[in-house]
T-cell receptor, first 112, second 117 residues
Framework: GESVGLHLPTLSVQEGDNSIINCAYS??????FIWYKQESGKGPQFIID?????DKRQGQRVTVLLNKTVKHLSLQIAATQPGDSAVYFC???????????FGSGTRLLVRP | GAVVSQHPSWVICKSGTSVKIECRSL??????MFWYRQFPKQSLMLMAT?????????EQGVEKDKFLINHASLTLSTLTVTSAHPEDSSFYIC?????????????FGPGTRLLVL
């Protein structure tokens, strides 16, 4: 999940369907993971986070899954709505600097 | 809770001038704040970590004399872009970590769009 890339991958889903956004991270020492939603022209908005001692955490309409074996993180959004259209970033951290390393992001488009 | 504000939300300036951007944590104390810049269709790039009462820690490749950071209180950090040039035009976003919680969650401000002519 390094911050690279000149274009954003896009996921297009039908309104009402479930969305799954994936993220891979590279640092096996990371023990904290977080998902942000960023709408156009705005700052990132916290969605949900998870620690490495868990493999699943649920929020309101969202679920984060963590697979430490393959260093993979996913965000599931249930019953996707037009308001969910945005760019979604995963980030990892966990050292004493409190810095987060951001992934390249995925653009979610919700079709009416 | 966990609201972070930024001011101004956008600014246009002439090349060679300096621009100051403020970042405030409104309902929590933040000993640590972070400054990012973001280019269109790209991810966030960390510029520096701002620590209350001490010098900022800059990421590799970020000029500390160009991007001055001051974290004078537990709720305010400022970023000053000195002698701005067109290539400094970008979206600058700050974030803050709640010092009262033992967690890494960063709460972001709404961003400041800088255009240098």
């Amino acid at each position: 999940g390094e911050s690279v890339g000149l274009h954003l991958p896009t996921l297009s889903v039908q309104e009402g369907d479930n969305s799954i956004i994936n993220c891979a991270y590279s640092n096996s020492a990371s023990d904290y993971f977080i998902w942000y939603k960023q709408e156009s022209g705005k700052g990132p908005q916290f969605i949900i986070d998870i620690r490495s001692n868990m493999d699943k955490r649920q929020g309101q309409r969202v679920t984060v899954l963590l697979n430490k074996t393959v260093k993979h993180l996913s965000l599931q959004i249930a019953a996707t709505q037009p308001g969910d259209s945005a760019v979604y970033f995963c980030a990892s951290g966990g050292d004493s600097s409190y810095k987060l390393i951001f992934g390249s992001g995925t653009r979610l488009l919700v079709r009416p | 809770g966990a609201v972070v504000s930024q001011h101004p939300s956008w600014v246009i300036c002439k090349s060679g001038t300096s621009v100051k951007i403020e970042c405030r944590s409104l309902d929590f104390q933040a000993t640590t704040m972070f400054w990012y810049r973001q280019f269109p269709k790209q991810s966030l790039m960390l510029m520096a970590t701002s620590n209350e009462g001490s010098k900022a820690t800059y990421e590799q490749g970020v000029e500390k004399d160009k991007f001055l950071i001051n974290h004078a209180s537990l709720t305010l950090s400022t970023l000053t872009v000195t002698s701005a040039h067109p290539e400094d035009s970008s979206f600058y976003i700050c974030s803050a970590r709640d010092s009262g919680r033992f967690q890494e969650t960063q709460y972001f401000g709404p961003g400041t769009r800088l255009l240098v002519l």
